[in-house]
């Protein structure tokens, strides 16, 4: 192996001994070869290092941390030490696809303004697939209202992580808080291509610490967001009601994210931060998402009353809430 791969493949683990050894294997089965494996161990308890010992392979690179101190703190210790021009990630409970390397190397050689390429996924065990934007302009959209990513799919350029290391107070949305960050120092991307497998168990963060993730991803959104200066005129409680996933509302509630709603469009439309085509789009499908929960936890008739009085909702956005043809006006009795 060259002292100097092309491409630093991040793998950070704690307890991962019932799929460690398929996730190992399916890196060192790759098509493309030019490539070192960094493993980072956060002290596990379980056999896991003593599976990773037991594989002979000369690009790995075995990291035993003295004391446990998190995810992001060994995903960082791993950029400082990568000799990668690209830094791929990976977790230890995925599996790559064998030409997931080489069609993300090829992109990024041929497409010198992407910082940041990911990929579409398969969730391991099902047919389920999962993509992403794959252009700039659609995944700083997305971005406003969730993550662009699969973390352990993407690749990215290593200098650009050099100078923009992971925050650890974001964990565990401490992805999602990175790519907001580089999505204004270069092009970001996807690949349409399957090229992770990615399991779902009771064990990630994702699943025993969802509070504090909900929270920091909030955050992530509010930094997107505010390029729209939305905190000017509404709190941080009024914009986590109008995106999270809350069924119950006060009528003062409904008017306020409704007016959210329209001064992001509007305000989008003064500056042209995002593109605006996109922008619109989006924000109408999170409006008519907002009113149908609304709409599925209190009463039909008392609504209708409260929609007729509310301003900036229109006569099509109410029809869709109500599966009502669009020729209908406001007015026409709704049967249930």
Same mark, same amino acid.
């Not at 683990?13 to 294997?25: D, G, L, P, Q, T």
């Given at each position: 192996?060259?002292?100097?791969?092309?491409?630093?493949?991040?793998?950070?683990?704690?307890?991962?001994?019932?799929?460690?050894?398929?996730?190992?294997?399916?890196?060192?089965? *790759?098509?493309? !070869?030019?490539?070192?494996?960094?493993?980072?161990?956060?002290?596990?308890?379980?056999?896991?290092?003593?599976?990773?010992?037991?594989?002979?392979?000369?690009?790995?690179?075995?990291?035993? %941390?003295?004391?446990?101190?998190?995810?992001?703190?060994?995903?960082?210790?791993?950029i400082s030490i990568a000799k990668g021009t690209y830094i791929a990630r990976m977790d230890g409970d995925d599996i790559c696809m064998p030409e997931r390397f080489e069609k993300q190397v090829a992109f990024l050689n041929a497409n $010198?303004?992407?910082?940041?390429?990911? !990929?579409?996924?398969?969730?391991?065990?099902?047919? %389920?697939?999962?993509?992403?934007?794959?252009?700039?302009?659609?995944?700083?959209?997305?971005?406003?209202?969730?993550?662009?990513?699969?973390?352990?799919?993407?690749?990215? $350029?290593?200098?650009?992580?050099?100078?923009?290391?992971?925050?650890?107070?974001?964990?565990?949305?401490?992805?999602?808080?990175?790519?907001? $960050?580089?999505?204004?120092?270069?092009?970001?991307?996807?690949?349409?291509?399957?090229?992770?497998?990615?399991?779902?168990?009771?064990? *990630?963060?994702?699943?025993?610490? !969802?509070?504090?993730?909900?929270?920091?991803?909030?955050?992530?959104?509010?930094?997107?967001?505010?390029?729209?200066?939305?905190?000017?005129?509404?709190?941080?409680?009024?914009?986590?009601?109008?995106?999270?996933?809350?069924?119950?509302?006060?009528?003062?509630?409904?008017?306020?994210?409704?007016?959210?709603? !329209?001064?992001?469009? %509007?305000?989008?439309?003064?500056?042209?931060?995002?593109?605006?085509?996109?922008?619109?789009?989006?924000?109408?499908?999170?409006?008519?998402?907002?009113?149908?929960?609304?709409?599925?936890?209190?009463?039909?008739?008392?609504? $209708? %009353?409260?929609?007729?009085?509310?301003?900036?909702?229109?006569?099509?956005d109410y029809c869709k809430v109500l599966n009502l043809p669009k020729k209908l006006s406001l007015f026409t009795p709704h049967q249930n």
């Amino acid at each position: 192996m060259k002292s100097e791969p092309l491409v630093s493949v991040l793998m950070p683990v704690y307890n991962c001994e019932k799929y460690i050894f398929e996730s190992v294997k399916s890196v060192l089965n *790759q098509t493309f !070869t030019d490539f070192e494996l960094i493993i980072i161990d956060d002290c596990s308890t379980d056999a896991t290092l003593s599976i990773i010992k037991s594989i002979n392979d000369s690009s790995i690179i075995l990291i035993e %941390k003295p004391k446990n101190s998190g995810y992001t703190d060994s995903l960082n210790h791993g950029i400082s030490i990568a000799k990668g021009t690209y830094i791929a990630r990976m977790d230890g409970d995925d599996i790559c696809m064998p030409e997931r390397f080489e069609k993300q190397v090829a992109f990024l050689n041929a497409n $010198r303004e992407v910082i940041l390429c990911g !990929t579409a996924i398969q969730i391991i065990g099902s047919d %389920k697939v999962l993509k992403h934007p794959l252009k700039h302009e659609e995944i700083l959209v997305k971005l406003c209202f969730g993550t662009s990513f699969c973390h352990p799919s993407i690749m990215v $350029r290593k200098e650009i992580l050099l100078e923009n290391n992971y925050n650890k107070n974001f964990e565990p949305a401490e992805d999602y808080e990175l790519w907001t $960050r580089l999505a204004f120092l270069g092009k970001l991307a996807n690949l349409d291509t399957v090229l992770l497998q990615y399991r779902e168990h009771p064990n *990630q963060i994702s699943n025993t610490n !969802t509070s504090v993730q909900l929270n920091n991803a909030l955050t992530a959104k509010l930094q997107m967001l505010n390029h729209l200066s939305v905190l000017d005129f509404f709190t941080k409680e009024e914009v986590s009601l109008a995106l999270e996933n809350v069924s119950h509302y006060s009528f003062e509630e409904v008017k306020k994210t409704l007016q959210l709603f !329209t001064y992001l469009q %509007k305000k989008n439309q003064k500056i042209v931060f995002f593109q605006v085509d996109l922008f619109e789009e989006k924000v109408s499908k999170m409006r008519i998402v907002f009113l149908k929960r609304f709409l599925e936890n209190e009463e039909t008739n008392t609504l $209708r %009353k409260l929609l007729f009085l509310l301003t900036r909702i229109s006569v099509i956005d109410y029809c869709k809430v109500l599966n009502l043809p669009k020729k209908l006006s406001l007015f026409t009795p709704h049967q249930n």
